[in-house]
């Protein structure tokens, strides 16, 4: 009964056109409506004076605004109601699950965005929103729920007989969205899958232009497989999430006059874990097209961790810090990685099952051989990125030396700030100190 009150909500045309024209025309009034409203989007925060601000651990030398999520998420919903026509009733309710968490996720982030949060609420919203998306009502879970992966090794027919290393698919101890005990480790895996993907298109989104188009590369070729998949449906939602991101691009592009903000990343890092999941047979790809991303967050992580630093914690060794001390510009950079995430999406649409698996270990190859090169090339150049960032610096005044020695810390001042951002382009950043 509540699936058909909520479907009925959906705006339809008087008339059902074609998938294709629908698809393109979906992707096309997204992208225009980003566009435009990035626009009141801008005018709004330089009116309010909600500017993230030039600092130690920017790149950026002006204010800029950083509530550019809000204008993406709005041409997502107003450009899917009219367009996007479930395939299934379950399409709907994960439709609707998807936008009320969404909409948590924009509203807490874009306060985060203009006021400013600690970890642990943010950590908070981001459970609540996969909780949303689980859709646990009554005695199943509605919405997204990652209980089986495809099997690389299995057979494409499933037979009663077959061992369980055999079978298409593995699944998480449970064969039905069912609540109970047993679906614990599913649950816990698809909070782990889609807060893992929200921080991962987050924690790139360091440069201008950079996370926005991994995003919008990444989907469109999600579109591309769920229109070959013949998940049509599924293949229109993606294109139009895609457009309000391309609709995004050219107000984000270097030099940027908005940033998408933490309300932006996290909603496309949301997007793309559901519209991924959806349908199923997409996951491997999602992996293989934000491969690089992904395992640079991970071994950032760990190595904050193994430095006895939290996972959060800022510094400057993510990947495009290190390309960016080597001398390459942000728009150079934003090439790399696009080029990298578009020959990755190819080997994804044309590999499969195991093949798949191999291209994934590609992937991890491909990162490696970046990690070396980076290295090496910073070990000539005498400029090895630290560790540290601004988060851990002490205030003004006297500081004990690593040799015991004191000596008068000072923060960067605005007549040393523009020297500070030549350090970033040439060469890493080392805390300013003065004996």
């Known amino acids: 009964m509540a699936q058909v009150s909520v479907s009925h909500m959906q705006v339809t045309f008087p008339f059902r056109l074609p998938d294709t024209i629908t698809l393109f025309v979906g992707s096309i009034c997204a992208f225009l409506l980003a566009y435009l409203l990035t626009f009141g989007v801008i005018a709004l925060c330089h009116r309010l004076g909600w500017l993230d601000r030039p600092a ?21 919903v107003i450009a899917s109601l009219p367009f996007y026509t479930p395939g299934s009733s379950k399409e709907t309710v994960i439709y609707w699950l998807l ?14 965005d203009v006021k400013g949060l600690k970890p642990l609420p943010k950590f908070i919203a981001q ?17 997204v729920l990652l209980f089986g992966i495809s099997n690389p090794f299995g057979r494409a027919i499933a037979s009663t007989h077959q061992p369980w290393y055999l079978k298409p698919e593995l699944t998480l101890f449970i064969h039905q969205p069912e609540i109970s005990f047993a679906a614990i480790p599913a649950v816990l895996f698809t909070w782990f899958w889609i807060v893992g ?13 950079l996370a926005t ?20 449906s599924i293949a229109i939602l993606t294109a139009i999430f895609t457009g309000a991101v391309c609709g995004f691009l050219p107000h984000n592009w270097n030099p940027a006059r908005i940033f998408m903000g933490d309300s932006g990343s996290q909603f496309l890092g949301l997007g793309l874990a559901v519209l991924s999941t959806m349908g199923g047979a997409k996951v491997g790809a999602a992996l293989m097209l934000l491969g690089i991303p992904i395992l640079d967050v991970a071994v950032v992580a760990i190595n904050r961790i193994r430095s006895g630093q939290r996972p959060w914690h800022f510094d400057m060794t993510h990947l495009h810090h290190r390309l960016l001390a080597t001398g390459l510009s942000v728009r150079q950079i934003c090439y790399l990685f696009y080029a990298m ?86 060469g890493g950043l080392p805390p300013l100190t003065s004996t």
């Not at 993907?197 to 232009?209: A, R, S």
């Not at 051989?369 to 090339?377: F, K, R």
């Not at 002490?394 to 004990?400: A, M, S």
């Open 213 to 232: 188009g991994l995003v919008a590369i990444t989907g469109v070729f999600i579109t591309i497989t769920s229109w070959v998949l013949g998940q049509h």
């Open 341 to 426: 995430t578009i020959f990755f999406g190819l080997l994804a649409l044309f590999l499969t099952r195991f093949y798949k698996l191999i291209g994934i270990g590609l992937v991890g190859v491909t990162m490696a051989a970046l990690i070396i090169w980076l290295d090496y090339l910073q070990r000539r150049r005498g400029v090895p990125i630290r560790l540290g960032g601004p988060d851990n610096e002490p205030p003004n005044g006297l500081v004990t030396a690593e040799d015991n020695t004191t000596v008068e810390y000072k923060r960067a001042t605005p007549s040393q700030y523009e020297e500070q951002q030549k350090m970033v382009s040439t």
């Open 56 to 76: 130690t651990r920017r790149i950026h030398k002006q204010a800029v605004p950083r509530l550019g999520g809000i204008a993406m998420f709005l041409a997502f």
């Open 197 to 209: 993907m929200m921080n991962t298109v987050n924690w790139i989104d360091g440069m201008d232009g």
């Open 99 to 112: 936008l009320v968490s969404a909409l948590t996720i924009v509203l807490v982030h874009a306060y985060d």
């Open 127 to 143: 459970t609540i929103a996969v909780i949303i998306i689980l859709g646990p009502f009554g005695t199943q879970f509605h919405g």
